[in-house]
């Protein structure tokens, strides 16, 4: 199982059911105390602890102001997905990733890169979600969609939606959407 884990900007915008299937880490610069040493620590201190708790199976997410977040996450070679800059697009696909959690590893990571783009890049009806327009699908079917239109990325090891960026790398994936939801 796939433990996603996101700073805390993000999670003020999710509903408590997805907050409590995430991990969240405090993305705000404060320096806490430790009750062991008395000795102060910094925030980046406080990532690389979550992240080693949750070991080889953590995803991380982060938004625009989760710099340091994204940096301990890559020096511990950790997955890392950028998230749309909007906080409600940035929520939706957090929670999207929350309720497949359960899915294959590799599965999951293509439908992230693909979702990391925002929702107005996914087809399909829509519906309104905490103050944002989201595709009006459920998250099986958003994923069976994503795996289907993913594009590896030719520079990095990710990928993402063709004629987006990828949210590894930021360079544009190329090719065409093979499948158009109706």
Do not use: K, Y
Request: hydrophobic fraction near 45%; charged fraction near 20%; aromatic fraction near 4%.
């Amino acid at each position: 199982m796939v433990t996603l884990i996101i700073g805390d900007g993000t999670a003020g915008h999710l509903r408590q059911s997805t907050r409590d299937a995430v991990t969240v880490v405090c993305s705000r610069r404060r320096v806490l105390r430790t009750p062991r040493t008395g000795r102060s620590r910094g925030s980046m201190d406080v990532f690389v602890e979550a992240i080693a708790q949750v070991g080889a199976s953590a995803v991380v997410l982060a938004g625009d102001a989760d710099g340091a977040l994204r940096r301990a996450a890559r020096a511990m070679n950790c997955e890392v997905l950028r998230l749309p800059s909007d906080h409600a697009a940035a929520a939706w696909v957090v929670s999207i990733g929350a309720a497949l959690v359960r899915a294959d590893r590799a599965a999951l990571l293509r439908v992230l890169h693909v979702l990391c783009n925002g929702p107005d890049a996914t087809p399909g009806p829509r519906r309104q979600w905490n103050d944002r327009v989201v595709p009006a699908l459920r998250p099986t079917t958003l994923a069976r969609w994503a795996t289907r239109n993913w594009s590896q990325c030719g520079w990095c090891r990710g990928g993402g939606l063709p004629g987006f960026p990828c949210c590894g790398c930021g360079l544009m994936i190329g090719g065409a959407i093979v499948e158009v939801i109706s």
